[in-house]
């Protein structure tokens, strides 16, 4: 498939000639000597590459390459022009123009040359903005997953039975059960009556018990069979019973939580990562407007960025924030555009209950 040429110039000698060059180095040209007709013709033609020149008698170059900018994200601009004006030169540069080749053009080569330039930065672009649309996905597709494990292990201590243990301070002996200790620890009630707390747990535990500690956070309990061991964590309070010291126990396995805690810490490590390679600001709220992740392009305008989401959501103005996340919006993003020419695409998905915010510069 040919590359196609669109070429705005007003002079017909050069134009003829520079369509003649191009078209016998196998370019499709499509020649216009108004620039305003050149423009209206964009959007049919599709062409890979523009050339303008800066002096025309109905537009400036240097709106027609502003013009362009604004409407095509990446449609090269090259512009060819007989004046030798630095700053002609370098205002058509920073409007948006790739390159720029002076009048007369004589050499082919170089011709090429710029035309393959700015078709490699094209290309480019794309793949870059291909990247970033990818990144974007997983950053969804991991918030999810962080969201999903902290709600599966939520999930699992609801539905498991508590497990406690009622011991004799004097001798450590093991005087009461709950159902929970019977399946944590593998052995029945009437074998687990009068066994030494010793053989479940460490010296660590058992100290802090002497100490009438209250909260021991990490400690390692054995299975009685299998010896299998199982970090836990203990809330004790201590008692007086027939003028004997006791201590009810409960325990909770911490298996499950240290690793669903590894898994969303490696998970929540995958996104900053990810989050750090976007090259514009990214914030993630959950489901309270509370900021969980941000990238460091979103730390220098954070103090801005507040001030703008307080615009959109009043304190009192609970109303629309309920109907704002009873939205699904997850495939079109609610975009918000500022005075200063920033916007804010707001993507929220309710079975991930937050909201990634993505600002930008028009």
Known sequence: M???ILYIEDDV???KYMSAILFQSGFEVYGFTNGREGLTKIKDIKPDVVFVDLNLPDISGTEIITEINSQYRILPIIVVSGTDDKKDIISSLKAGAWDYLAKPVDDRELIILSINRVLEKAELMKETEQYKSELEIRVHALMKDVMDKEERYRSFLNQVDEVFVKIDLSDFRIIE???GAENFYGIKKDKFIGMNFYIFTDENCINSLKENVELIPLSQHRKFESNLTMPVSLEVKYFYHDERKTAR???INLTDKLVSEERIEAM???VKSILSFIDYPVVVYNRQFKIKYRNS???CIINKHTQFLNRFFKDNDIKNREIFLSKSIWD?????VNMDGT???LIYNSNCECIIEIMNKD
């Open 343 to 345: 916007h804010s695409d």
């Open 332 to 336: 079109k993003p609610y975009r918000i």
């Open 297 to 299: 392009l979103m730390d």
């Open 268 to 270: 929540e490590s995958l």
């Open 13 to 15: 000698v050069t134009l």
């Open 249 to 251: 126990v409960k325990v």
């Open 177 to 179: 059960v709950s159902r």
């Open 2 to 4: 040919s590359i196609k």
